[in-house]
């Protein structure tokens, strides 16, 4: 199996700008989460799908953010407008069940967003 | 409150020698506990977990962990780090009940030569 995988590894942008991270999680893992990694806040949950149902976007920092899973194979995660803050490395996660804290969550690579 | 509290930012060890890095976690629930390792620049890896039975739980790359309850620990050791163990670790607190993993700010491992 190729792993979660995320798109693009790397993001520069200028603040205003939208940005899209996307993520494939591993085939047949039905619980999906987005991180958000910065040096002052550690790892935050942006959002929780399962079986492609987002369950739980309070981790979502304001309006500007915004997360879709059409299927369960692709979700993204959307910032618009984009702002300096908003740098961060940004994780996908994906786990086999319905409650995934009790299972391995397995994370994608990153993508490090940096908005200028 | 949920917490885990991972004391040690950075440690530093040299190559060869024996690992402790601390992990102390309070949870309302039976927790399930996990260590997660992040090698620069990519993302998080398990390394071992516990949801119940041995305390004394082996993992990946020559890891162990002991889960003690009366002190609401969950220690990782190594007993010979390798220069390729430089890396951040974070410790992590789950439930059955709740899909949501607690994290650690981690601990940031540093091998002298």
């Known amino acids: 199996d190729a792993g979660v995988i995320q798109s693009p590894r790397h993001e520069v942008t200028e603040m205003g700008q939208e940005v899209t991270l996307r993520c494939k999680p591993i085939?047949?893992?039905?619980?999906l989460f987005w991180y958000r990694q910065t040096m002052m806040r550690g790892l935050e949950l942006l959002i929780y799908?399962?079986?492609?149902?987002?369950?739980?976007d309070s981790g979502m920092p304001e309006d500007r953010f915004s997360a879709k899973m059409p299927n369960a194979s692709f979700s993204t995660l959307k910032i618009q407008p984009s702002e300096p803050r908003d740098s961060a490395v940004y994780f996908c996660?994906?786990?086999?069940?319905?409650?995934?804290?009790?299972?391995?969550?397995?994370f994608g690579p990153g993508t490090r967003l940096t908005v200028l | 409150a949920q917490s885990v509290t991972q004391p040690d930012i950075h440690i530093t060890v040299s190559e060869g020698a024996s690992l402790e890095l601390r992990c102390n976690y309070s949870y309302g629930a039976t927790p399930y506990l996990f260590w997660y390792v992040q090698s620069p620049g990519q993302g998080l890896q398990l390394l071992l977990k516990?949801?119940?039975?041995d305390t004394l739980v082996q993992g990946i790359k020559g890891f162990e962990a002991e889960f003690k309850r009366s002190q609401s620990s969950f220690n990782l050791r190594k007993p010979s780090v390798h220069w390729s163990d430089a890396a951040e670790y974070f410790c992590a607190v789950g439930a059955e009940s709740n899909y949501q993993l607690i994290w650690g700010a981690g601990t940031k491992l540093i091998i002298k030569p």
């Open positions: 085939s047949g893992h039905n619980s």
């Open positions: 799908f399962n079986n492609n149902v987002p369950i739980d």
């Open positions: 516990y949801f119940s039975g």
């Open positions: 996660a994906s786990s086999p069940t319905g409650r995934g804290s009790y299972n391995e969550q397995f």
